[in-house]
């Protein structure tokens, strides 16, 4: 009678090692270092494909010959391109991103002061559009397929259609012009400079009237703040509710669902306890791309707002064909992308650990 041994070659099955937090963070920093660098190239060889002449813009339309070539050679247009790309990659690691051509200030100074007031706007709106649209997107999915759902479903479509220039508009005839609720444009108001003078620390207004107590700037700033807002929000808030009630419809379809509905779960509790969590990755991950689209979509609604932000400093740029602050707006908001969508990255690992896999 013989006795089976193991085969010495023994099949092991062994379990892959989530890795660490810092293995993770490092990969993530590589992959947004590759970006950005790509996103300086094709910034530089974009803006050198411009129409129109920097030196032109630089010296005046009524420039000599002369003038217009000590302009080419200061602006260095001369040089072979390689060596423009050196110059220019050498200045963005000391922080120099040129020399405004309409401004005539260093672009990292105009947008220190056009950066933060969009912030503030895109900002306010994104946590509007988060506030508003998750709820929304459980709620239709909680009444997938009823009137409630088609309602939820209807509302996000038109939030997402409605042109933002006619939203601006309308918004602003009906609620500051017909009723006169809010104010019709600016960031607050301008007699509060005298009455009032607000301490600068972040160019972001509401914060520091916040921080320095400044409460008459603060109260005028959330209220000329209350319309561009709402205007900016509205696409988000309709993404988001889309997108929120396709993942908790998606997840109800998962095994743990039908595990916990014959537990006897209520169908609210699972919704809310068990598959918002896991539902709400994909929502994070396109909230990035939301906010860097949001960032550069604000351009008419900070025009029709007067709102001094990087959408108003931007449109000023392409008209005078500013070509150091075109790109150095472009610079910026893809940094910007890049940092908000690391910053999701990490969220995503922190409410679900599977991801550190991905």
Not at 42 to 55: C, H, K, N, S, W
Not at 75 to 84: A, E, V, W
Request: charged letters at 15%; aromatic letters at 6%.
């Amino acid at each position: 009678m013989t006795t089976a041994t193991a085969h010495p070659v023994a099949v092991r099955r062994t379990r892959r090692r989530s890795p660490g937090l810092g293995r993770v963070l490092l990969r993530r920093l590589a992959h947004a270092a590759v970006v950005v660098a790509g996103v300086v190239c094709l910034t530089f060889v974009i803006a050198r494909q411009l129409p129109g002449d920097e030196a032109v813009t630089a010296a005046g339309a009524r420039a000599t010959p002369e003038q217009l070539a000590a302009a080419r050679e200061r602006l260095g247009l001369d040089d072979p391109l390689p060596l423009q790309l050196w110059h220019y990659v050498s200045g963005l690691a000391r922080g120099d991103l040129g020399t405004s051509l309409h401004t005539r200030q260093p672009v990292v100074s105009d947008l220190g002061r056009a950066l933060p007031a969009s912030l503030e706007l895109v900002g306010s709106a994104m946590v509007l559009a988060v506030l508003i649209g998750l709820p929304l997107g459980v709620i239709a999915a909680r009444f997938a397929r009823r009137r409630t759902d088609l309602a939820v479903r209807t509302g996000s479509m038109l939030l997402v259609s409605v042109p933002v220039f006619w939203l601006a508009l309308a918004v602003q005839l009906l609620l500051s012009t017909k009723l006169g609720w809010f104010p019709v444009a600016g960031e607050y108001d301008r007699v509060l400079d005298s009455t009032s003078p607000l301490t600068v620390y972040t160019n972001i207004t509401a914060f520091d009237a916040l921080i320095t107590g400044n409460w008459p700037i603060l109260l005028s700033t959330l209220h000329h703040l209350v319309l561009p807002a709402l205007v900016v929000a509205a696409y988000p808030t309709g993404v988001v509710a889309q997108m929120t009630r396709a993942a908790l419809i998606e997840e109800s379809q998962q095994d743990h669902v039908r595990m916990e509905r014959a537990l006897g779960f209520r169908p609210l509790e699972i919704l809310l306890r068990f598959s918002l969590r896991p539902a709400i990755s994909p929502v994070l991950t396109l909230l990035a791309l939301i906010f860097a689209y949001t960032l550069v979509n604000s351009v008419l609604v900070e025009a029709i707002f007067n709102w001094p932000g990087i959408g108003t400093y931007t449109a000023d740029a392409i008209r005078s064909v500013d070509t150091p602050a075109i790109a150095g707006v472009t610079l910026v908001i893809a940094l910007v992308y890049v940092t908000a969508n690391l910053a999701v990255d990490l969220t995503q690992i922190a409410i679900d650990p599977r991801t550190r896999k991905s």
